[in-house]
């Protein structure tokens, strides 16, 4: 994985753990809910979308899924 596609992945992962914070609170009015979960479905199909284009690069693959599993 190249050092621009692994950014993009870390960028990914934060927001998503940002929007996770977010909703996890009581405060969260139910159309600011529905427009994170909006978000967070597109941040998944663009890692989705990320992931199937290192198609042939395992290595890559691998490193991907296991980071931030510390």
Same mark, same amino acid.
């Given at each position: 994985?190249?050092?621009?596609?692994?950014?993009?992945?870390?960028?990914?992962?934060?927001?998503?753990? *940002?929007?996770?914070?977010?909703?996890? /609170?009581?405060?969260?009015?139910?159309?600011? %809910?529905?427009?994170?979960?909006? =978000?967070?479905?597109?941040?998944?199909?663009?890692?989705? *979308?990320?992931?199937?284009?290192?198609? /042939?690069?395992?290595?890559?693959?691998?490193? %991907?899924?296991?980071?931030?599993? =510390?």
């Amino acid at each position: 994985m190249d050092a621009k596609t692994e950014e993009t992945f870390a960028s990914i992962r934060d927001r998503l753990e *940002e929007i996770a914070a977010q909703v996890k /609170g009581d405060d969260v009015p139910l159309d600011a %809910a529905l427009d994170l979960y909006d =978000e967070a479905v597109k941040l998944g199909m663009k890692a989705t *979308e990320l992931l199937e284009s290192m198609d /042939g690069e395992p290595e890559a693959a691998a490193h %991907a899924e296991g980071e931030g599993q =510390e």
